[in-house]
């Protein structure tokens, strides 16, 4: 699909301010392609309508969120560049027995920004970002980069749906599925996306069946992996709305700081904690950004501290690795069921760690299906 061959449409605007301001609805009607003899079309806020001649071979993602929807819908091989290789849940993929490297694959975000030409070196038919999402990240990325890549390199489509109600975000959200089935559109495979579906929603239902009722579930309190242990400063979240936390919403989580956090997240020291005293507390990111030493490394900080020792989660061992808040379909699979085990070992089996996921009898969903599904060996 070469550049001189694509087209892009986008609610009659020509820039992509007019993009913004023409943005569509976020029903389930925009994921309908039109498909006629050589085009289909996707429509996805803020950027709108886009036509595509041909299905894209090459594409971008810039966080784990569009990039395991394309994993998860078989496009690895065409994958470009991503704007982070780094902070990624690998271990997910290897529990599935698919393999997944991003070797060879460029980390378009440096320590100078994001670089323009990089896009042009890709040559990508499709990037799979939020136009304005880009524009927070990157100082030196401005609306017209985003139009000019657009016009000469290949369409960009994508909406940040981690958390909702950021003032920056003007235009409507989406679901993991109802985003997820965007880009299977894009890639014209719609087959895959509804077997993925069709587990994900067995999925829920086991839990919405199974799951202790009310107050017999455990306060979590949702902490960063990334806050600085030593000196007992922490970032604490409540459960939010969007796609971030979207296993945690599922799982019914009593969210312990829901109610002592006005915004999104609070710099907290462990007094604050101990205020609140969680029967759990589980550690954002603790998948994505360190090792199982490291994890613990910081958990016998937490341990060693005067203070910290007094936690219930402490003196009780839960202390939980979390997971990324940039999921898509797989990565929100294996998170959820992690989620569950910590939160109700009763119920659904005890959490032994990342590297006993694979086990067979412990399963909350079936393995084999997700990576038959990733390879096209699958049956409808």
């Known amino acids: ?114 670089d323009k030409e990089a896009f042009y070196e890709m040559a990508c038919d499709v990037h799979l970002m939020d136009p304005s999402f880009i524009g927070l990240l990157a100082d030196d990325w401005e609306p017209q980069d985003t139009e000019e890549i657009s016009a000469n390199v290949g369409p960009v489509l994508g909406n940040s749906i981690r958390r909702r109600n950021e003032d920056w975000h003007d235009y409507p959200y989406y679901s993991l599925y109802d985003a997820f089935e965007r880009v299977a559109t894009v890639f014209q495979e719609r087959e895959r996306y509804e077997a993925l579906r069709a587990v994900h929603d067995d999925l829920r239902s086991t839990i919405e069946a199974e799951r202790p009722r009310g107050d017999d579930r455990p306060t979590v309190g949702l902490l960063s992996v990334n806050s600085d242990f030593e000196n007992g400063a922490f970032y604490a979240y409540p459960v939010h709305d969007g796609n971030g936390h979207k296993q945690y919403r599922d799982l019914g989580m009593r969210g312990a700081f829901d109610d002592a956090i006005d915004g999104s997240y609070a710099e907290w020291d462990y007094e604050q904690i101990l205020d609140v005293d969680p029967d759990a507390l589980l550690f954002q990111y603790g998948f994505s950004h360190v090792s199982t030493e490291e994890f613990e490394r910081r958990m016998d900080a937490m341990r060693d501290d005067p203070v910290g020792s007094q936690l219930s989660a402490v003196q009780n061992d839960r202390l939980y690795r979390g997971g990324t808040s940039y999921q898509g379909p797989i990565i929100n699979l294996f998170q959820t069921e992690a989620a569950a085990k910590q939160f109700y070992p009763d119920t659904f089996g005890e959490w032994r760690g990342l590297e006993t996921l694979a086990n067979e009898d412990e399963r909350l969903f079936d393995y084999d299906r997700v990576a038959a599904i990733v390879d096209g060996s699958f049956q409808q």
């Open 1 to 114: 699909m070469s550049p001189t061959r694509r087209t892009y449409l986008a609610t009659g605007a020509a820039t992509v301010g007019g993009l913004f301001a023409g943005c569509t609805s976020a029903t389930d009607s925009d994921a309908e392609a039109t498909t006629g003899v050589d085009s289909y079309s996707v429509s996805m806020a803020p950027v709108g309508e886009v036509t595509f001649d041909s299905v894209p071979e090459r594409w971008m993602a810039y966080f784990s969120t569009y990039g395991d929807m394309g994993i998860a819908l078989g496009q690895l091989d065409g994958l470009q560049g991503l704007l982070y290789t780094e902070n990624w849940p690998l271990a997910f993929y290897d529990h599935l027995g698919v393999d997944v490297s991003f070797d060879g694959v460029p980390q378009l975000m440096g320590e100078s920004g994001l």
